[in-house]
T-cell receptor, first 114, second 115 residues
Framework: GENVEQHPSTLSVQEGDSAVIKCTYS??????FPWYKQELGKRPQLIID?????GEKKDQRIAVTLNKTAKHFSLHITETQPEDSAVYFC?????????????FGAGTRLAVHP | EPEVTQTPSHQVTQMGQEVILRCVPI?????FYWYRQILGQKVEFLVS????????KSEIFDDQFSVERPDGSNFTLKIRSTKLEDSAMYFC?????????????FGSGTRLTVV
């Protein structure tokens, strides 16, 4: 089955710096790669996603890149703010029709210091 | 915006007791999921459900777990005889029938504490 590795496990940056989180997946059949942000005690919230037919997607300060050949994808946050501090999870799935089982990475705890 | 709702938000139970966690998926969705997150760890897939039967389950989803859609709106996860290691946050999710909707929203979760 699918296995998702995520690095780093913790990341500490100064406000205004960029943060990059990387994930690799094992199953070349995976075709959908979302990123979730989770604040303490709350549900994971979808922040951005990318499909396998796209190499890059951007939404304001957040961008995701996908390299299908190497089977890795990355989250880039620019101009970080203290409110970006949270745990970020990448995930992979083989979305088929409406079915979408997600396999998650282990998470990255991001701390943005003012 | 439609939401997945879960009840209760927190449940404390004695080891060996049965618990039922409840979820109301988004109304036009056809696929339903349960995930588990042990404190400080990643979100893990437990089971998916479609057309009134389990479509896929993980190794975690052993004989003590069961799922049911008892009526047109609720989707439940039952743990027959709880163990200390079942203590976790349990999230429900649902997904849409068509190709257009890729992302899905998790419910707010039920924190299960087994004592």
């Amino acid at each position: 089955g699918e296995n998702v590795e995520q690095h780093p496990s913790t990341l500490s940056v100064q406000e205004g710096d960029s943060a990059v989180i990387k994930c690799t997946y094992s199953d070349s059949a995976s075709n959908y790669f979302p990123w979730y942000k989770q604040e303490l005690g709350k549900r994971p919230q979808l922040i951005i996603d990318i499909r396998s037919n796209v190499g890059e997607k951007k939404d304001q300060r957040i961008a995701v890149t996908l390299n299908k050949t190497a089977k890795h994808f990355s989250l880039h946050i620019t101009e970080t703010q203290p409110e970006d501090s949270a745990v970020y999870f990448c995930a992979a799935s083989q979305k088929s029709g409406g079915y979408n089982k997600l396999i998650f990475g282990a998470g990255t705890r991001l701390a943005v210091h003012p | 915006e439609p939401e997945v709702t879960q009840t209760p938000s927190h449940q404390v139970t004695q080891m060996g007791q049965e618990v039922i966690l409840r979820c109301v998926p988004i109304s036009n969705h056809l696929y339903f999921y349960w995930y588990r997150q042990i404190l400080g760890q990643k979100v893990e897939f437990l089971v998916s459900f479609y057309n009134n039967e389990i479509s896929e389950k993980s190794e975690i989803f052993d004989d003590q777990f069961s799922v049911e859609r008892p009526d047109g709106s609720n989707f439940t996860l039952k743990i027959r005889s709880t163990k200390l290691e079942d203590s976790a946050m349990y999230f429900c999710a649902s997904s849409a029938p068509g190709q257009g909707d890729y992302g899905y929203t998790f419910g707010s979760g039920t924190r299960l504490t087994v004592v």
